[in-house]
C-alpha cells in the first residue's frame, strides 16, 4: 500500500466516513494533508491514532525529553 492516499483512501484505510475524517481533520485530531498536495501521509495519522489511543506515549526517559525539547 502506498503511504500517501487520497482523502477518501485514507479514510477507507482507517475506517471513517468521509464526514467524520474531514472533521477530525478540521480539528486538529489527524494531520492535514501534506503541504503542497492533496495527499495524506498515513504514516503521519497512523501516529496520530497512536497518540489517541495512548499506545504512542514517550517509552522511556529519553523519548520523553525530546519530546519536551521538540516542543518548546
Known amino acids: 500500500m502506498a503511504r ?3 482523502e477518501k483512501a485514507a479514510a477507507s484505510t ?9 472533521e477530525w481533520v ?4 489527524l ?3 501534506v503541504r503542497g498536495t492533496d495527499l495524506y ?3 503521519a495519522i497512523e501516529a496520530a491514532l497512536d497518540l489517541m489511543s495512548g499506545i504512542g506515549t ?8 525530546l519530546e519536551t525539547r521538540n516542543a518548546g
Open 58 to 65: 514517550p517509552q522511556n526517559a529519553l523519548d520523553s525529553f
Open 14 to 22: 482507517i475506517g471513517l466516513e468521509m464526514a467524520t475524517f474531514r
Open 31 to 33: 494531520p492535514p494533508p
Open 26 to 29: 478540521r480539528t486538529g485530531r
Open 41 to 43: 501521509d498515513l504514516r
Open 4 to 6: 500517501l492516499q487520497s
